[in-house]
Protein backbone atom coordinates (compact mmCIF):
# COMPACT_ATOMS: atom_id res chain seq x y z
CA UNK A 1 0.00 0.00 0.00
CA UNK A 2 1.09 3.65 -0.48
CA UNK A 3 -0.18 6.06 1.93
CA UNK A 4 -2.38 8.97 1.15
CA UNK A 5 -0.26 11.10 3.57
CA UNK A 6 0.10 14.33 1.91
CA UNK A 7 3.42 15.33 3.79
CA UNK A 8 6.34 16.17 2.29
CA UNK A 9 4.04 16.66 -1.61
CA UNK A 10 2.74 19.90 -2.82
CA UNK A 11 3.23 23.42 -4.75
CA UNK A 12 6.34 24.68 -3.12
CA UNK A 13 8.52 27.86 -4.79
CA UNK A 14 12.13 28.12 -6.17
CA UNK A 15 12.75 30.83 -3.06
CA UNK A 16 11.34 28.40 -0.43
CA UNK A 17 13.44 25.51 -2.01
CA UNK A 18 16.33 27.64 -1.85
CA UNK A 19 16.12 29.04 1.32
CA UNK A 20 16.05 24.92 3.29
CA UNK A 21 19.22 24.09 0.78
CA UNK A 22 21.10 27.16 1.69
CA UNK A 23 20.31 26.19 4.95
CA UNK A 24 21.72 22.77 4.74
CA UNK A 25 24.62 24.13 3.21
CA UNK A 26 25.04 26.47 6.06
CA UNK A 27 24.99 23.18 8.74
CA UNK A 28 27.19 20.80 6.42
CA UNK A 29 30.03 23.56 6.37
CA UNK A 30 29.84 24.42 10.11
CA UNK A 31 30.12 20.94 11.10
CA UNK A 32 33.30 20.01 8.57
CA UNK A 33 34.82 22.86 10.09
CA UNK A 34 34.11 21.81 13.61
CA UNK A 35 35.30 18.25 12.20
CA UNK A 36 32.17 16.74 13.33
CA UNK A 37 30.76 14.02 10.82
CA UNK A 38 27.12 14.95 9.71
CA UNK A 39 25.54 13.90 6.59
CA UNK A 40 22.35 14.82 5.27
CA UNK A 41 19.29 12.75 4.40
CA UNK A 42 15.99 12.91 3.27
CA UNK A 43 14.50 14.73 0.66
CA UNK A 44 17.49 17.45 0.46
CA UNK A 45 19.96 14.32 0.21
CA UNK A 46 18.15 12.98 -2.61
CA UNK A 47 18.51 16.48 -4.16
CA UNK A 48 22.29 17.32 -3.32
CA UNK A 49 22.92 13.64 -4.62
CA UNK A 50 21.21 13.58 -7.76
CA UNK A 51 22.57 16.93 -9.96
CA UNK A 52 20.78 15.66 -13.00
CA UNK A 53 17.38 14.34 -11.52
CA UNK A 54 16.82 16.43 -8.78
CA UNK A 55 14.23 18.95 -10.84
CA UNK A 56 11.96 16.19 -10.55
CA UNK A 57 11.47 16.84 -7.03
CA UNK A 58 10.43 20.51 -7.86
CA UNK A 59 8.03 18.96 -11.05
CA UNK A 60 6.68 15.65 -9.48
CA UNK A 61 5.52 18.31 -6.21
CA UNK A 62 7.78 16.82 -3.86
CA UNK A 63 8.43 19.90 -1.23
CA UNK A 64 11.30 19.85 1.81
CA UNK A 65 9.82 20.08 5.23
CA UNK A 66 12.93 19.76 7.39
CA UNK A 67 16.52 18.73 7.53
CA UNK A 68 17.36 15.34 8.58
CA UNK A 69 21.18 14.45 9.05
CA UNK A 70 22.63 10.79 10.17
CA UNK A 71 25.37 11.18 12.90
CA UNK A 72 27.27 9.17 15.34
CA UNK A 73 25.97 9.60 18.71
CA UNK A 74 29.89 9.95 19.94
CA UNK A 75 29.97 13.13 18.43
CA UNK A 76 26.34 14.31 19.73
CA UNK A 77 27.82 16.94 21.97
CA UNK A 78 29.58 18.62 18.90
CA UNK A 79 26.86 18.42 17.23
CA UNK A 80 24.61 20.25 19.61
CA UNK A 81 27.40 22.47 19.74
CA UNK A 82 27.11 23.64 16.05
CA UNK A 83 24.05 23.72 15.35
CA UNK A 84 22.89 26.09 19.10
CA UNK A 85 26.06 27.89 17.19
CA UNK A 86 24.16 28.81 13.89
CA UNK A 87 20.89 29.87 16.21
CA UNK A 88 19.25 26.46 16.89
CA UNK A 89 17.60 25.51 20.04
CA UNK A 90 17.76 21.75 21.16
CA UNK A 91 14.13 19.50 22.62
CA UNK A 92 17.01 17.74 25.13
CA UNK A 93 13.86 15.91 26.04
CA UNK A 94 13.81 13.57 22.81
CA UNK A 95 17.74 12.98 23.14
CA UNK A 96 16.90 11.51 26.62
CA UNK A 97 13.26 9.54 25.19
CA UNK A 98 14.97 7.96 22.60
CA UNK A 99 18.39 7.03 24.94
CA UNK A 100 20.77 9.05 22.48
CA UNK A 101 19.26 7.76 19.29
CA UNK A 102 17.36 10.66 17.93
CA UNK A 103 17.99 15.05 18.45
CA UNK A 104 15.85 17.79 17.30
CA UNK A 105 16.37 20.78 17.11
CA UNK A 106 14.36 24.15 16.29
CA UNK A 107 15.31 27.54 14.72
CA UNK A 108 13.16 30.55 16.32
CA UNK A 109 14.45 32.94 13.47
CA UNK A 110 14.11 31.02 10.54
CA UNK A 111 11.20 28.39 11.73
CA UNK A 112 13.64 25.52 10.33
CA UNK A 113 13.54 22.13 12.08
CA UNK A 114 16.71 19.64 12.29
CA UNK A 115 16.29 16.23 13.01
CA UNK A 116 19.49 14.55 13.67
CA UNK A 117 19.61 10.44 13.99
CA UNK A 118 22.30 9.05 15.76
CA UNK A 119 23.91 5.73 14.68
CA UNK A 120 21.41 4.31 12.42
CA UNK A 121 17.96 5.25 11.04
CA UNK A 122 15.15 3.31 13.37
CA UNK A 123 11.85 3.29 12.15
CA UNK A 124 9.73 0.60 10.72
CA UNK A 125 13.19 -1.16 10.23
CA UNK A 126 17.05 -0.58 11.64
CA UNK A 127 19.35 0.48 8.88
CA UNK A 128 22.73 1.18 11.08
CA UNK A 129 25.42 3.37 9.67
CA UNK A 130 28.52 2.71 11.76
CA UNK A 131 31.46 3.34 9.79
CA UNK A 132 29.81 4.20 6.61
CA UNK A 133 29.48 8.08 6.89
CA UNK A 134 32.72 8.50 6.07
CA UNK A 135 32.53 7.31 2.37
CA UNK A 136 30.29 10.01 1.35
CA UNK A 137 29.56 13.77 1.31
CA UNK A 138 27.83 15.66 2.63
CA UNK A 139 24.97 12.82 2.26
CA UNK A 140 24.50 9.71 3.83
CA UNK A 141 26.36 6.31 1.22
CA UNK A 142 23.60 6.25 -1.59
CA UNK A 143 23.15 2.47 -0.58
CA UNK A 144 21.50 4.19 2.89
CA UNK A 145 19.41 6.49 1.32
CA UNK A 146 17.99 3.66 -1.30
CA UNK A 147 16.85 1.91 1.99
CA UNK A 148 16.34 5.09 3.84
CA UNK A 149 13.07 4.93 1.46
CA UNK A 150 12.91 0.91 0.62
CA UNK A 151 12.73 0.36 4.90
CA UNK A 152 9.20 2.47 4.87
CA UNK A 153 5.91 -0.03 5.45
CA UNK A 154 3.45 2.39 4.18
CA UNK A 155 5.66 4.04 1.44
CA UNK A 156 4.58 7.70 0.33
CA UNK A 157 4.75 8.91 -2.75
CA UNK A 158 7.43 11.33 -2.10
CA UNK A 159 10.07 8.53 -1.19
CA UNK A 160 8.44 6.84 -4.42
CA UNK A 161 9.61 10.34 -6.29
CA UNK A 162 13.15 10.02 -4.32
CA UNK A 163 13.64 7.22 -4.88
CA UNK A 164 13.16 7.14 -8.74
CA UNK A 165 15.51 9.87 -9.19
CA UNK A 166 18.05 8.29 -6.93
CA UNK A 167 17.97 5.02 -9.18
CA UNK A 168 17.57 6.86 -12.87
CA UNK A 169 20.97 9.36 -11.34
CA UNK A 170 23.44 6.61 -10.30
CA UNK A 171 24.75 3.22 -11.58
CA UNK A 172 24.17 -0.02 -9.27
CA UNK A 173 27.34 -1.74 -8.16
CA UNK A 174 29.78 -2.96 -5.50
CA UNK A 175 31.11 0.33 -4.52
CA UNK A 176 30.13 3.59 -2.75
CA UNK A 177 31.88 6.26 -5.08
CA UNK A 178 28.74 7.72 -7.11
CA UNK A 179 27.33 4.51 -7.09
CA UNK A 180 24.17 2.60 -4.96
CA UNK A 181 26.37 -0.09 -3.45
CA UNK A 182 24.00 -3.43 -3.73
CA UNK A 183 26.70 -5.77 -2.18
CA UNK A 184 25.47 -3.47 1.31
CA UNK A 185 22.00 -3.28 0.51
CA UNK A 186 21.87 -6.96 -0.47
CA UNK A 187 24.20 -7.75 3.09
CA UNK A 188 21.41 -6.41 5.01
CA UNK A 189 18.58 -7.30 3.54
CA UNK A 190 19.86 -10.94 3.87
CA UNK A 191 20.51 -10.41 7.78
CA UNK A 192 16.87 -9.64 8.47
CA UNK A 193 13.99 -10.94 6.33
CA UNK A 194 12.18 -8.23 7.68
CA UNK A 195 13.74 -5.44 6.21
CA UNK A 196 13.90 -7.98 2.71
CA UNK A 197 10.60 -8.22 3.18
CA UNK A 198 10.00 -4.65 2.80
CA UNK A 199 12.72 -3.27 0.60
CA UNK A 200 11.98 -5.83 -2.21
CA UNK A 201 8.05 -5.16 -1.71
CA UNK A 202 9.03 -1.37 -2.12
CA UNK A 203 11.24 -1.31 -5.18
CA UNK A 204 8.61 -3.80 -6.75
CA UNK A 205 5.95 -0.43 -6.22
CA UNK A 206 8.46 2.16 -7.31
CA UNK A 207 8.64 -0.02 -10.47
CA UNK A 208 4.72 -0.03 -11.24
CA UNK A 209 4.53 3.88 -9.89
CA UNK A 210 7.31 4.83 -11.94
CA UNK A 211 4.99 3.80 -14.91
CA UNK A 212 2.32 6.10 -13.85
CA UNK A 213 3.87 9.56 -14.05
CA UNK A 214 3.40 11.63 -17.47
CA UNK A 215 6.45 13.36 -16.25
CA UNK A 216 8.80 10.84 -16.99
CA UNK A 217 10.04 9.99 -20.58
CA UNK A 218 9.78 6.17 -21.33
CA UNK A 219 13.42 6.22 -21.19
CA UNK A 220 13.09 7.06 -17.54
CA UNK A 221 10.63 4.59 -16.65
CA UNK A 222 12.68 1.90 -18.61
CA UNK A 223 15.61 2.22 -17.28
CA UNK A 224 14.23 2.66 -13.63
CA UNK A 225 12.50 -1.04 -14.26
CA UNK A 226 16.03 -2.26 -15.39
CA UNK A 227 17.52 -0.45 -12.13
CA UNK A 228 14.92 -2.06 -9.94
CA UNK A 229 14.90 -5.35 -11.15
CA UNK A 230 18.36 -5.70 -11.31
CA UNK A 231 18.39 -4.66 -7.17
CA UNK A 232 16.25 -7.11 -6.71
CA UNK A 233 18.49 -10.02 -8.36
CA UNK A 234 21.26 -9.07 -6.73
CA UNK A 235 19.41 -9.22 -3.18
CA UNK A 236 18.12 -12.41 -4.20
CA UNK A 237 21.20 -14.05 -5.16
CA UNK A 238 22.70 -13.09 -1.42
CA UNK A 239 23.25 -16.12 0.88
CA UNK A 240 20.55 -15.45 3.45
CA UNK A 241 21.21 -16.50 6.88
CA UNK A 242 19.96 -19.26 9.37
CA UNK A 243 17.14 -16.79 11.45
CA UNK A 244 16.14 -15.25 7.66
CA UNK A 245 15.30 -18.45 6.37
CA UNK A 246 13.66 -19.59 9.35
CA UNK A 247 11.60 -16.08 9.61
CA UNK A 248 10.72 -16.14 5.49
CA UNK A 249 8.82 -19.62 6.50
CA UNK A 250 6.62 -17.96 9.06
CA UNK A 251 6.02 -15.02 6.60
CA UNK A 252 3.63 -12.40 6.99
CA UNK A 253 1.83 -14.51 9.55
CA UNK A 254 3.40 -12.14 11.69
CA UNK A 255 4.19 -8.83 11.19
CA UNK A 256 7.64 -7.99 10.44
CA UNK A 257 7.80 -4.39 11.02
CA UNK A 258 7.94 -1.72 13.63
CA UNK A 259 4.95 0.67 13.75
CA UNK A 260 7.09 3.94 13.72
CA UNK A 261 5.79 6.40 16.38
CA UNK A 262 6.56 9.88 15.47
CA UNK A 263 8.37 11.85 18.43
CA UNK A 264 6.95 15.02 17.08
CA UNK B 1 35.77 -51.16 4.57
CA UNK B 2 34.53 -48.58 5.96
CA UNK B 3 31.34 -48.56 7.83
CA UNK B 4 28.01 -46.97 5.31
CA UNK B 5 25.52 -45.08 6.48
CA UNK B 6 23.34 -48.15 6.71
CA UNK B 7 25.79 -49.07 9.71
CA UNK B 8 25.10 -46.45 12.04
CA UNK B 9 21.56 -44.78 11.36
CA UNK B 10 18.65 -45.33 13.11
CA UNK B 11 15.99 -47.90 11.11
CA UNK B 12 12.36 -46.17 11.20
CA UNK B 13 10.76 -43.17 11.02
CA UNK B 14 9.14 -40.89 13.91
CA UNK B 15 6.28 -39.24 11.99
CA UNK B 16 3.85 -36.67 12.32
CA UNK B 17 0.88 -35.21 9.91
CA UNK B 18 1.80 -31.76 8.37
CA UNK B 19 -1.40 -30.28 10.27
CA UNK B 20 -0.21 -30.56 13.92
CA UNK B 21 0.28 -27.35 15.67
CA UNK B 22 3.78 -26.42 16.87
CA UNK B 23 2.95 -26.97 20.65
CA UNK B 24 1.62 -30.49 19.34
CA UNK B 25 5.22 -31.15 18.26
CA UNK B 26 7.27 -29.84 21.12
CA UNK B 27 4.74 -32.29 22.62
CA UNK B 28 5.31 -35.25 20.44
CA UNK B 29 9.90 -34.01 20.55
CA UNK B 30 9.45 -34.68 24.14
CA UNK B 31 7.03 -38.03 24.51
CA UNK B 32 9.93 -39.54 21.75
CA UNK B 33 12.74 -38.25 23.33
CA UNK B 34 14.03 -37.37 19.83
CA UNK B 35 14.85 -33.67 18.40
CA UNK B 36 12.93 -33.71 15.20
CA UNK B 37 10.20 -35.28 13.73
CA UNK B 38 9.52 -36.40 10.17
CA UNK B 39 6.91 -34.39 8.69
CA UNK B 40 4.79 -37.20 6.50
CA UNK B 41 1.98 -36.80 3.88
CA UNK B 42 -1.50 -39.32 4.35
CA UNK B 43 0.73 -41.62 2.45
CA UNK B 44 3.20 -41.91 4.56
CA UNK B 45 5.74 -39.95 1.74
CA UNK B 46 7.81 -37.64 3.68
CA UNK B 47 6.80 -33.86 3.28
CA UNK B 48 9.74 -32.32 5.63
CA UNK B 49 11.85 -32.40 8.79
CA UNK B 50 10.64 -30.33 11.70
CA UNK B 51 13.18 -30.18 14.41
CA UNK B 52 13.80 -28.28 17.92
CA UNK B 53 15.35 -25.89 15.82
CA UNK B 54 12.39 -25.12 13.91
CA UNK B 55 10.57 -24.56 17.71
CA UNK B 56 13.07 -21.92 18.47
CA UNK B 57 11.47 -20.04 15.54
CA UNK B 58 8.30 -19.84 17.43
CA UNK B 59 9.56 -18.88 20.71
CA UNK B 60 11.37 -16.30 18.65
CA UNK B 61 8.98 -13.88 17.24
CA UNK B 62 6.01 -14.97 20.11
CA UNK B 63 7.26 -11.50 21.77
CA UNK B 64 3.58 -9.79 21.88
CA UNK B 65 0.15 -11.13 22.31
CA UNK B 66 -0.80 -11.15 18.71
CA UNK B 67 2.56 -12.99 17.53
CA UNK B 68 1.84 -15.47 20.05
CA UNK B 69 -1.34 -16.44 18.27
CA UNK B 70 -0.04 -16.07 15.27
CA UNK B 71 2.49 -18.54 16.04
CA UNK B 72 0.26 -20.74 17.89
CA UNK B 73 -1.52 -21.40 14.98
CA UNK B 74 1.14 -22.35 12.41
CA UNK B 75 1.77 -26.56 12.04
CA UNK B 76 4.67 -28.57 11.25
CA UNK B 77 3.76 -28.34 7.19
CA UNK B 78 4.08 -24.86 6.85
CA UNK B 79 7.42 -24.39 9.44
CA UNK B 80 9.23 -27.96 8.35
CA UNK B 81 12.48 -27.57 6.51
CA UNK B 82 11.27 -29.10 3.08
CA UNK B 83 12.06 -31.14 0.96
CA UNK B 84 13.79 -33.27 3.41
CA UNK B 85 18.02 -33.89 2.81
CA UNK B 86 18.01 -37.89 2.07
CA UNK B 87 21.22 -39.57 1.40
CA UNK B 88 21.27 -43.63 0.56
CA UNK B 89 21.97 -46.05 3.23
CA UNK B 90 24.42 -47.34 1.23
CA UNK B 91 26.62 -44.24 0.99
CA UNK B 92 29.91 -44.49 3.29
CA UNK B 93 29.76 -42.55 6.62
CA UNK B 94 32.00 -40.02 5.74
CA UNK B 95 29.65 -38.76 2.70
CA UNK B 96 27.27 -38.11 5.33
CA UNK B 97 29.34 -36.34 7.65
CA UNK B 98 30.59 -34.12 4.44
CA UNK B 99 26.88 -33.43 3.93
CA UNK B 100 25.80 -32.34 7.20
CA UNK B 101 28.97 -30.37 7.46
CA UNK B 102 28.30 -28.95 3.78
CA UNK B 103 24.51 -28.26 4.61
CA UNK B 104 24.69 -26.94 8.71
CA UNK B 105 22.10 -29.73 8.98
CA UNK B 106 21.71 -32.20 11.93
CA UNK B 107 20.08 -35.11 10.53
CA UNK B 108 19.81 -36.60 6.80
CA UNK B 109 16.75 -38.44 6.19
CA UNK B 110 17.71 -42.44 5.28
CA UNK B 111 16.44 -43.91 2.21
CA UNK B 112 16.70 -47.23 0.30
CA UNK B 113 15.75 -47.54 -3.54
CA UNK B 114 14.51 -44.12 -3.10
CA UNK B 115 12.37 -44.99 0.18
CA UNK B 116 13.03 -43.62 3.32
CA UNK B 117 13.79 -46.46 5.91
CA UNK B 118 15.50 -44.20 8.81
CA UNK B 119 17.22 -40.91 10.11
CA UNK B 120 21.32 -40.76 10.36
CA UNK B 121 21.79 -37.69 13.00
CA UNK B 122 24.99 -35.95 14.17
CA UNK B 123 24.57 -38.37 17.34
CA UNK B 124 25.02 -41.22 15.30
CA UNK B 125 28.23 -39.94 14.04
CA UNK B 126 29.45 -38.81 17.24
CA UNK B 127 28.65 -42.46 18.87
CA UNK B 128 30.54 -43.64 15.94
CA UNK B 129 33.55 -42.52 17.40
CA UNK B 130 33.21 -43.48 20.72
CA UNK B 131 35.86 -46.19 21.70
CA UNK B 132 35.82 -48.46 24.69
CA UNK B 133 38.26 -48.27 26.84
CA UNK B 134 41.62 -50.67 26.04
CA UNK B 135 42.66 -51.00 29.31
CA UNK B 136 40.81 -51.89 33.22
CA UNK B 137 43.82 -50.61 35.17
CA UNK B 138 43.79 -46.98 36.58
CA UNK B 139 41.09 -44.61 37.50
CA UNK B 140 42.03 -42.92 34.37
CA UNK B 141 41.25 -45.69 32.07
CA UNK B 142 37.73 -46.18 33.16
CA UNK B 143 36.63 -43.21 34.41
CA UNK B 144 33.84 -40.72 33.08
CA UNK B 145 34.73 -37.52 31.61
CA UNK B 146 32.51 -35.48 31.20
CA UNK B 147 30.93 -33.85 34.58
CA UNK B 148 27.42 -32.97 35.14
CA UNK B 149 27.82 -30.22 37.73
CA UNK B 150 26.11 -27.17 39.30
CA UNK B 151 27.24 -24.07 42.14
CA UNK B 152 25.90 -24.43 45.55
CA UNK B 153 23.15 -22.21 45.33
CA UNK B 154 21.51 -24.35 42.58
CA UNK B 155 17.68 -24.79 43.71
CA UNK B 156 16.84 -28.54 43.98
CA UNK B 157 14.12 -28.83 41.59
CA UNK B 158 16.51 -27.69 39.37
CA UNK B 159 19.03 -29.94 40.22
CA UNK B 160 16.62 -33.18 39.93
CA UNK B 161 15.23 -31.93 36.44
CA UNK B 162 18.81 -31.94 35.60
CA UNK B 163 19.65 -35.45 36.86
CA UNK B 164 17.24 -36.29 35.26
CA UNK B 165 17.52 -34.82 31.89
CA UNK B 166 20.63 -36.29 31.15
CA UNK B 167 20.33 -39.34 33.05
CA UNK B 168 22.49 -38.91 35.32
CA UNK B 169 22.53 -40.43 39.03
CA UNK B 170 24.62 -37.53 40.38
CA UNK B 171 25.23 -33.57 40.20
CA UNK B 172 29.46 -32.35 41.48
CA UNK B 173 28.64 -29.29 43.24
CA UNK B 174 31.63 -26.81 42.29
CA UNK B 175 33.42 -23.38 43.74
CA UNK B 176 33.20 -20.73 41.02
CA UNK B 177 36.35 -21.60 40.40
CA UNK B 178 35.72 -25.28 39.47
CA UNK B 179 36.58 -26.72 43.15
CA UNK B 180 34.24 -29.65 44.02
CA UNK B 181 32.54 -28.79 47.22
CA UNK B 182 30.20 -32.26 47.00
CA UNK B 183 28.21 -33.95 46.02
CA UNK B 184 24.26 -34.63 45.46
CA UNK B 185 23.04 -37.99 44.20
CA UNK B 186 19.19 -39.11 43.92
CA UNK B 187 19.78 -41.17 47.62
CA UNK B 188 20.63 -37.81 49.03
CA UNK B 189 17.29 -36.50 47.13
CA UNK B 190 15.79 -39.01 48.90
CA UNK B 191 15.15 -36.78 52.12
CA UNK B 192 13.12 -34.15 50.34
CA UNK B 193 11.08 -36.54 48.38
CA UNK B 194 8.02 -36.24 50.41
CA UNK B 195 7.92 -32.61 50.74
CA UNK B 196 7.97 -29.52 48.37
CA UNK B 197 12.18 -29.21 47.32
CA UNK B 198 10.44 -25.36 48.23
CA UNK B 199 13.32 -22.48 47.91
CA UNK B 200 16.15 -25.57 48.75
CA UNK B 201 19.53 -25.75 47.26
CA UNK B 202 21.94 -28.61 46.71
CA UNK B 203 24.01 -26.94 49.27
CA UNK B 204 22.14 -27.94 52.05
CA UNK B 205 21.72 -31.72 51.12
CA UNK B 206 25.00 -32.24 48.99
CA UNK B 207 27.67 -34.52 51.05
CA UNK B 208 31.74 -34.34 50.89
CA UNK B 209 33.23 -35.49 48.16
CA UNK B 210 35.01 -38.74 48.41
CA UNK B 211 38.13 -38.05 46.16
CA UNK B 212 40.83 -40.14 43.97
CA UNK B 213 43.49 -39.22 41.70
CA UNK B 214 43.41 -41.17 37.95
CA UNK B 215 46.32 -42.59 38.64
CA UNK B 216 45.48 -44.96 41.50
CA UNK B 217 44.87 -47.94 40.41
CA UNK B 218 41.09 -49.49 39.54
CA UNK B 219 41.32 -51.67 42.92
CA UNK B 220 42.07 -49.11 45.10
CA UNK B 221 38.84 -46.99 43.87
CA UNK B 222 36.66 -50.26 44.74
CA UNK B 223 38.53 -49.95 48.09
CA UNK B 224 37.46 -46.24 48.78
CA UNK B 225 34.22 -47.24 47.41
CA UNK B 226 33.23 -49.57 49.62
CA UNK B 227 34.61 -48.52 52.24
CA UNK B 228 33.00 -45.41 52.22
CA UNK B 229 29.81 -47.33 51.16
CA UNK B 230 29.55 -44.85 47.81
CA UNK B 231 28.47 -45.49 44.57
CA UNK B 232 30.99 -42.41 42.86
CA UNK B 233 34.36 -41.00 43.38
CA UNK B 234 35.36 -37.30 42.20
CA UNK B 235 38.69 -37.82 40.31
CA UNK B 236 41.13 -34.82 41.10
CA UNK B 237 44.33 -33.82 39.74
CA UNK B 238 46.60 -34.30 42.66
CA UNK B 239 48.67 -31.57 40.67
CA UNK B 240 46.01 -28.76 40.73
CA UNK B 241 43.35 -30.10 43.70
CA UNK B 242 41.69 -27.40 43.38
CA UNK B 243 41.42 -27.02 39.93
CA UNK B 244 38.16 -27.92 38.23
CA UNK B 245 37.75 -32.50 38.43
CA UNK B 246 38.82 -34.84 36.16
CA UNK B 247 35.90 -36.49 35.78
CA UNK B 248 34.03 -39.08 38.40
CA UNK B 249 34.08 -42.94 38.43
CA UNK B 250 30.95 -44.67 39.23
CA UNK B 251 29.80 -48.43 39.78
CA UNK B 252 28.52 -47.84 36.25
CA UNK B 253 32.22 -47.02 34.68
CA UNK B 254 32.96 -49.98 36.58
CA UNK B 255 30.17 -52.84 35.12
CA UNK B 256 30.28 -50.89 31.69
CA UNK B 257 33.91 -52.15 31.24
CA UNK B 258 32.76 -55.55 32.76
CA UNK B 259 30.59 -55.83 30.02
CA UNK B 260 32.58 -54.91 27.23
CA UNK B 261 33.21 -57.61 25.08
CA UNK B 262 37.52 -57.54 25.91
CA UNK B 263 36.82 -57.44 28.95
CA UNK B 264 37.89 -60.60 31.52
CA UNK B 265 34.34 -60.74 32.56
CA UNK B 266 33.09 -61.72 29.07
CA UNK B 267 36.23 -64.35 27.93
CA UNK B 268 34.96 -67.72 27.74
CA UNK B 269 34.89 -70.00 30.71
CA UNK B 270 36.60 -73.26 31.07
Redesign the interface.
Given at each position: MMSSSAIGMGDQGQEERQRFEAEVRRIVAASAAGGVTLRLLGSLAFHAHCPRYGYLQAALGRAYTDLDFGGYVRQAKEVGGILTGLGYREDREVFVVTEGGRAIFEHPGNGLHVDVFYEKLDFCHVIPWQGRLELDSPTLPLAELLLEKMQIVEINEKDVIDTIMLLLEHPLGGGDAETINLDRIAALCAGDWGLWRTATMNLGKVRTLANGYPQLSAQDKAQTAAQVEAALARIEVEPKA?AWR??A??GD???WYKDVDEVV | MGKSVRDLMHRGLITCPPDIRLGQVARRLTQAGVHALVVAGPDGQPMGVISD??L??GE??SG?P??LE??R??TAG??MSSPPETIEADAPVAEASRRLRAG?LHRLLVTEAGRAVGVISIGDLVANLARPATRRETVADVMSRALVVCRADMPLHAAARAMSERRSRSIVVVSAAGHPLGVVTGWDLLEVCEDDCGDRTVSEIMHPPITIEPTASLREAIDRMIAHHIHRLVVVDLQDPDGMPLGVLSTADIFVEMAGPESVWQAAMN
Open positions: LLRRVRVK | FDLTWLTENAMQMELN
